[in-house]
């Protein structure tokens, strides 16, 4: 049985069963905040401002979901800890130590960075989309995932890969978030969410395609396919491709690409219309899979090996300018800011 699904079912328990108790049985909550004023003898009240929960979320939502009444858990108490700070490794250390006795990802770190604060907002005026940045849902997001949902691990290893990070994107996603060094490669000052996004939706886009590949009976699938889907069984094989149409993209668009941080779609469009405007690009380049092969011998370790053979794909999609410049490739280009 799920750990957390126990966790809750024991919390609601002991609200509804032994609310008196509760104090004594459970670990309480630990809050960030940006402000306090402490009781006074005029002011008997705790005042705080900016709160932000670091440990106890499960507490909070077991409790909200509880099917007991208002009155049998009117005796109920819980312990809360209220932290003023504004030093971030400070910040990153309380929520560390505070969920040690928790199953705790390694995205909670950031999950009050400024960047991340920053994203959430912006993925705001994303329609249809749905961005925590490392912020935890409720205990109904833990059960229901949201379908809008953009998670936190996958946009990272979206934008790692799509920025010749592929070995980080793959076999280090948790040093992303513990390491400043990495975390500000993958997460820099001028990242947008806009730009998130479309590092995102190919990677989803490319999720999809070996999705609809293994949905073709074996006997209707052609030798072409069941190549490309051999890639596909490979570890690491959606973050190398991902890392090799990003490098495609001149090619693609037909223009120089200097900066590739500022890329977006042209339209602000939803997520799903995103991975959508991915397809028609991924159909051409499917064929040349196999040229990365090569890189998953070790598993995107070797940097000499992934350099090779992201050139060989490169010079294959190369060839295909002439034939696709006009066609899908122009119609992705329209939509696609550079600048």
């Known amino acids: 049985?799920?750990?957390?699904?126990?966790?809750?079912?024991?919390?609601?328990?002991?609200?509804?069963?032994?609310?008196?108790?509760?104090?004594?049985?459970?670990?309480?909550?630990?809050?960030?905040?940006?402000?306090?004023?402490?009781?006074?003898?005029?002011?008997?009240?705790?005042?705080?401002?900016?709160?932000?929960?670091?440990?106890?979320?499960?507490?909070?939502?077991?409790?909200?979901?509880?099917?007991?009444?208002?009155?049998?858990?009117?005796?109920a108490r819980v312990l809360a800890r209220f932290v003023k700070c504004s030093d971030q490794q400070?910040?990153?250390?309380?929520?560390?130590?505070?969920?040690?006795?928790?199953?705790?990802?390694?995205?909670?770190?950031?999950?009050?960075d400024k960047i991340q604060d920053r994203l959430r907002r912006e993925f705001e005026r994303i329609p249809e989309s749905d961005y925590r940045g490392g912020r935890r849902g409720g205990e109904r997001d833990i059960i229901e995932r949201p379908p809008n949902l953009v998670p936190t691990q996958t946009a990272a290893q979206a934008i790692a890969a799509f920025h010749g990070m592929p070995n980080i994107a793959y076999n280090e996603t948790r040093r992303i978030w513990s390491s400043d060094e990495i975390y500000a490669q993958v997460f820099p000052e001028r990242v947008t969410a806009r730009h998130l996004l479309f590092c995102y939706s190919l990677l989803k886009a490319i999720e999809e395609a070996k999705f609809n590949l293994s949905k073709v009976p074996n006997a209707?699938?052609?030798?072409?396919?069941?190549?490309?889907?051999?890639?596909?069984?490979?570890?690491?094989?959606?973050?190398?491709?991902?890392n090799a149409a990003s490098e495609c993209l001149e090619t693609i668009l037909g223009v120089p690409v200097h900066d590739s941080w500022r890329m977006h779609f042209r339209e602000n469009i939803s997520p799903k219309e995103a991975v959508s405007r991915w397809h028609p690009i991924l159909v051409p380049l499917l064929p040349f899979v196999g040229q990365l092969e090569d890189a998953m011998s070790g598993y995107l370790k070797n940097s000499e090996r992934t350099a090779s053979s992201l050139a060989r794909f490169r010079a294959l999609v190369e060839a295909t300018r002439p034939a696709l410049g006009a066609g899908p490739y122009a119609d992705f280009a329209v939509g696609v800011a550079v600048d």
Do not use: W
């Not at 909550?29 to 440990?55: A, H, M, Q, W, Y």
């Not at 190549?227 to 596909?232: D, S």
């Open 1 to 75: 049985m799920n750990s957390d699904a126990n966790i809750n079912n024991n919390i609601k328990r002991t609200a509804e069963g032994n609310p008196e108790r509760f104090f004594a049985y459970n670990n309480g909550l630990t809050i960030l905040v940006n402000d306090l004023e402490p009781p006074t003898e005029g002011d008997p009240f705790l005042k705080v401002r900016g709160l932000s929960i670091v440990n106890g979320a499960q507490t909070t939502g077991a409790l909200a979901s509880s099917s007991a009444s208002a009155d049998a858990l009117s005796s």
């Open 90 to 112: 400070v910040i990153r250390e309380i929520i560390q130590y505070n969920n040690s006795q928790n199953k705790v990802e390694a995205a909670d770190f950031r999950s009050n």
């Open 220 to 242: 209707e699938r052609t030798g072409a396919q069941n190549e490309q889907l051999k890639f596909f069984r490979l570890r690491g094989s959606i973050i190398l491709l991902a």
